[in-house]
Structure formats: C-alpha cells, structure tokens
C-alpha cells in the first residue's frame, strides 16, 4: 500500500538536526561502507542543455537500516547569478514507498561540516592548536561548530574577503561565536603557522597554494557545484600525503584530482585511505614531513544517513 512521505522544509530539518549528533552518524556510516552494510555509487552529473547548468545525484544504500535514497541538487544559471538547491528523498527497503522529502540545504551543510570535522577528528596530530578556516558563509560557520571541540585550540583565525563588507554588529556576532575566534585582515595572517586549515568557501579555483605555507598541516576542502572547482592548485597534490572521503568516487569527481591526473602525472592510487579505511583502521594515520590534505566531494550516504536520523526522530518507532 502507497504511503504519503513526510515533507520537511528547511526551518524544520534545522530543528530537527540540533537534535542528533551529526558526526557521530557518519562515524557510524564510514563504518558501516567499511563492513560491506552501505553502498556508495559515484555522482551523477548531468548537464542541462546550452550551459544552462547541471545537476548531481547523490545516491547511497544503508542496509542496516532498510532505506535508500538519493540527493538531486541542481546548479541553475542565471544572469543574476547562479541557483543552488537540493531536495534528498528517502526510500523504504523493505515496502518500496517514500518515507521522506526534505529540502537538503541544513543536511548538506551539516554533513560538508561534519564529515570534515571527522577527517580533522582522525587525521590532526592530538598536539595541533592554531586552527584556521577560510571563508564565513554557513558551511564555515558549521565546520566552526564541529571543530571548536576536537583539539586543545589556542587561537581560531578567519578569513574571508567577504568580510570587507560586513557591519561592525556582523563582525561582532562572529567573534562571538567563540571566544579564542579572530578575524584575520590577511590571507597571510590567517595562515601564519596554522597546524590545521579548512578551507570553506565555493570557489571554482584555488584560494591557497600549500606551499607558501611556514610549516606542515593538515588541510581539508570542499566541493561545489561549478565544473572542476578545487581550493588548492592541482599540481600541488603530488607533494601532499591526500586522504578522502571515500577513494571508490572522490577522484572521479573532485576538480584538483581530475585536473591533476590529466595535466599532472598524479594518480589516484596515491590516496593514502579514506575515512572507511581510517575509521576501521585499515590505513595509517599521517605523519607531518609534509603536508596532508583532505578532500571530501559529498556523499549521498551523508545525506542518506541524515534523513534517516531526520526520519526517525519524527517516527521513533519506524523501521
């Protein structure tokens, strides 16, 4: 028998996600796509017509908890410039019916965030103090969130040129976010013997060349929407020890791996693990000779996973 799904817009998946830990699910996920109880496909992308834009699906199978589903997120062009947005359907296993239909902006920026805040949580050294992210939109402002916690951090450095622009009562809201969080009036500055940067921005192109950097850290990045985008210079992956989300899709997808086989003598065997491999301690943790940087491209499993949480919190007795 059909069943209508629930259809959660944005205020209420908000509300919903303050309620579970977000990190701890996707601890729980990488795990499980270790032991053979998750499926992780790669990215669809498919172009509209004339450069209009694309969408991506992101799709992703958790056994264990009986649900499929996937993330449709379109990247219109427009002359005003261009629209994101994304819907994730959650799928029964077991009845073939629509269990969920959720506006997956809160859940895409919480699982960007947490998924890097497990990546900083397995790969930065235990004695790593000077954290410092790059950008201040809402995806930076959740990796905040994550992060704040994982390491004894001295001080918390930000930058954006963004910034520029914002009131004296904006910039204030920011600092006080966290008391050790500094606005930073440079790249430079805010990079300055930095043990950990997150780079949180939708940049198609780079916003960081690592080897500029003082010393070794780790580095983590991000995707967006716009064809190849990649924070850091593609040649500059031959130097790093790279970590991913998940070596089965990231490189087929993710800018600076794409343009760094083609045009860089860079393969993808060079991927040190993932966060499967990491979580169930199948791949080494990373020393610091060099640099070590972490690319994450967004998994449908992450989206999956969160509307599954989503879902059982508006039906604890479901599945």
Not at 184 to 205: F, K, M, P
Request: overall charge negative; aromatic content about 6%; some cysteine.
């Amino acid at each position: 028998m059909s069943s209508t799904p629930y259809v959660i817009a944005q205020p209420q998946a908000r509300q919903l996600l303050a309620q579970v830990d977000v990190p701890q699910i996707l601890r729980k996920l990488f795990r499980d796509l270790a032991a053979g109880h998750a499926v992780q496909p790669a990215q669809q992308r498919v172009e509209f017509p004339q450069g209009a834009g694309d969408f991506i699906n992101y799709l992703g199978v958790l056994a264990e908890d009986g649900v499929y589903g996937v993330k449709t997120s379109p990247y219109i062009v427009r002359a005003e410039g261009p629209l994101v947005t994304a819907w994730t359907l959650l799928m029964s296993m077991h009845s073939g019916q629509p269990l969920l239909l959720c506006d997956a902006g809160e859940l895409t920026t919480a699982r960007t965030a947490a998924t890097t805040a497990v990546a900083v949580d397995a790969l930065a050294p235990a004695t790593a103090t000077r954290l410092t992210l790059i950008g201040s939109g809402p995806v930076a402002l959740a990796h905040l969130h994550y992060i704040k916690g994982l390491r004894p951090w001295q001080d918390i450095r930000l930058y954006s040129p963004a910034l520029a622009h914002k009131s004296a009562e904006e910039l204030a809201g920011l600092r006080a976010l966290d008391p050790r969080l500094e606005i930073a009036n440079s790249r430079e500055q805010a990079l300055h013997d930095a043990d950990v940067i997150l780079l949180c921005t939708s940049s198609a192109g780079p916003v960081i060349d690592p080897a500029t950097l003082s010393k070794p850290a780790l580095i983590t990045s991000i995707s967006t929407n716009a064809p190849r985008a990649h924070e850091v210079p593609p040649q500059a992956l031959g130097a790093m020890q790279v970590y991913c989300d998940y070596r089965q899709t990231t490189p087929g997808a993710a800018g600076d791996m794409l343009i760094a086989a083609e045009q860089h003598g860079w393969s993808a065997d060079a991927i040190v693990g993932d966060l499967a491999e990491l979580l169930s301690d199948q791949t080494p943790r990373p020393t610091y000779e060099r640099h070590v940087f972490f690319r994450s491209i967004g998994l449908g499993l992450e989206d999956i996973a969160l509307a599954n949480a989503l879902y059982r919190q508006l039906t604890p007795q479901a599945l």
